[in-house]
């Protein structure tokens, strides 16, 4: 099984999707984790209700920093927004594959709650489409740096 953890800045919108629908889609062959370089302290509530929207477990997520991995054995970092494609990765990330899939952040929509809530599903939406696509790939048998190419040219697609 491979480990991937989804980074973002504040690990409380994006990064958690992502880690809810790879534990969703990956079945047995992904085990997925989220964390943050400066996390937020809580999970953002419209991420939650959006995976409940979907039908997707809401419970257990929290926002926590990425040093809480420096024990693990990381095969895939995954960033999800751009400050986080900028930063400098933990050490322990060093020869873990890394890919950039940068969205927009829900978290800053304004407007209605249905509109907050569209922004929401929208990167959710975008999510999904990604994960589907890693699937679908022999992730597991994958030279690094073609692994590296083919998930950097699935976050490079047009959402």
Request: net charge negative; with cysteine.
């Amino acid at each position: 099984m491979l480990k991937i953890i989804v980074l973002c800045t504040g690990n409380s919108c994006r990064s958690v999707l992502g880690e809810a629908l790879i534990n969703h889609l990956g079945g047995d062959r992904f085990q997925a984790f989220s964390a943050g370089s400066h996390p937020t302290g809580k999970v953002n509530p419209n991420a939650l209700a959006t995976l409940r929207r979907n039908g997707l477990p809401s419970e257990g997520f929290t926002s926590q920093s990425w040093d809480e991995f420096a024990d693990q054995d990381i095969d895939i970092a995954i960033t999800v927004c751009d400050q986080a494609a900028g930063e400098a990765c933990p050490a322990y990330l060093n020869s873990t594959v890394r890919a950039h899939w940068g969205l927009p952040d829900p978290a800053h929509a304004t407007g209605t709650e249905e509109e907050i809530a569209q922004a929401f599903q929208a990167t959710y939406d975008a999510l999904q489409i990604r994960i589907k696509k890693m699937l679908a790939l022999p992730a597991e048998t994958l030279e690094a740096a073609e692994l590296t190419r083919l998930l950097n040219q699935i976050g490079a697609e047009p959402r």
